[in-house]
């Protein structure tokens, strides 16, 4: 399977705290990407990092790519409690592959 | 904004029944996918489309197939539904080079 991995497949915080969540993945990219889901819900789109860049923001989000290694990361700064979701990195590039996700709580 | 909608939030079928899992984009998307999501596993494709009545098959097409007689609407087919398909269903649309829309999903249980 080309599917990616990510790391710690469950991570739990107090608020006010960031949490850093890496993903790996498989094959050769245009572009990364990472999703939001909320329980019982959908995937929902947080931000694109493209092969050429190394580093995006999005608000409290930052995301790196390291393309020699196959590697990102998603920071959330100040973490609050409605950041309590799952994160799912998503690889793309012939084909679209998610990776298997990491399970955010983030405790009052 | 793009709105993707799945016919059922939650489907009960027993085995042996054929199972239709509908899903309809407003956003006039070429691709659209289907992904089986299991605890653990992430999500895994099942079946994408990327034209009407063109359908290639993901990782794990066993047991299913598709439909794609317009562009809005994907349908996934259990031909014979078995209780190791019992999962969540997420049908997802996209408009290269842009990220994919999802879904709220289809909770299926076979029973």
């Known amino acids: 399977s080309q599917q990616g991995e990510e790391d710690p497949q469950a991570l739990s915080i107090q608020e006010g705290e960031n949490a850093t969540m890496n993903c790996s993945y498989k094959?050769?990219?245009?572009?990364l990407q990472w999703y939001r889901q909320n329980s019982g819900r959908g995937l929902v789109h947080l931000i694109l990092?493209?092969?050429?860049?190394r580093e995006k923001h999005s608000g409290r989000l930052r995301v790196t790519l390291d393309t020699s290694k196959k590697s990102s990361s998603l920071l959330i700064t100040a973490s609050r409690a409605a950041d309590t979701a799952s994160y799912f990195c998503a690889q793309d590039g012939n084909q679209f592959y998610f990776g298997t996700g990491t399970s955010l709580t983030v405790i009052p | 904004d793009v709105k993707v909608t799945q016919s059922s939030r939650y489907l009960v079928k027993r085995t042996g029944e054929k199972v239709f899992l509908e899903c309809v984009q407003d956003m006039d998307h070429e691709n659209m996918f289907w992904y089986r999501q299991d605890p653990g596993l992430g999500l895994r494709l099942i079946y994408f489309s990327y034209d009407v009545k063109m359908k290639e098959k993901g990782d794990i097409p066993e047991g299913y197939s598709v439909s794609r007689e317009k562009k809005e609407r994907f349908s996934l087919i259990l031909e014979s539904a078995s209780t190791n398909q019992t999962s969540m269903y997420l049908c997802a649309s996209r408009k290269e080079p842009q990220p994919q829309h999802f879904g709220d999903g289809t909770r299926l249980s076979i029973l």
């Open positions: 094959t050769s990219i245009n572009n």
């Open positions: 990092i493209r092969s050429n860049e």
